[in-house]
């Protein structure tokens, strides 16, 4: 249900983006999120942004790193600049997809992408 795009290599201070499109055939999305993992390291939270556009980051990525979002393409996109070898992770996206059952009941599932490489280095 998600496709994430963008990664590659990039030398420090640089600028990459990353895509991620969620495919969904009814309801709707709510959040939607970018996590990475470094080597050796948990996941981490590194942006997230709800359906109206409220947006929060991490604060190794404040100032650096844009979260942004397509409602009408579904797609959520992460600016990352001024690039540090420490952001060289596997950058994954999720999203919550919010459906109603026969009763109208609310159920949220949450949906993770495939991963997307990025690598700073010189």
């Known amino acids: 249900q998600l496709q994430a795009s963008g990664g590659g290599l990039v030398q420090p201070g640089g600028s990459l983006r990353l895509s991620c499109a969620a495919f969904k055939s009814s309801g709707s999305i709510n959040d939607m999120r970018w996590y990475r993992q470094a080597p050796g390291k948990t996941r981490e939270l590194v942006a997230a942004i709800t359906s109206g556009g409220r947006t929060n980051y991490a604060d190794s990525v404040k100032g650096r790193f844009t979260i942004s979002r397509d409602n009408a393409k579904n797609t959520v996109y992460l600016q990352m600049s001024s690039l540090l070898p420490e952001d060289t992770a596997v950058y994954y996206c999720?999203?919550?997809?919010?459906?109603?059952?026969?009763?109208?009941?609310?159920?949220?599932?949450?949906?993770w992408g495939q991963g997307t490489l990025v690598t700073v280095s010189s």
């Open positions: 999720n999203a919550d997809f919010l459906d109603y059952t026969d009763s109208g009941e609310p159920v949220v599932a949450r949906y």
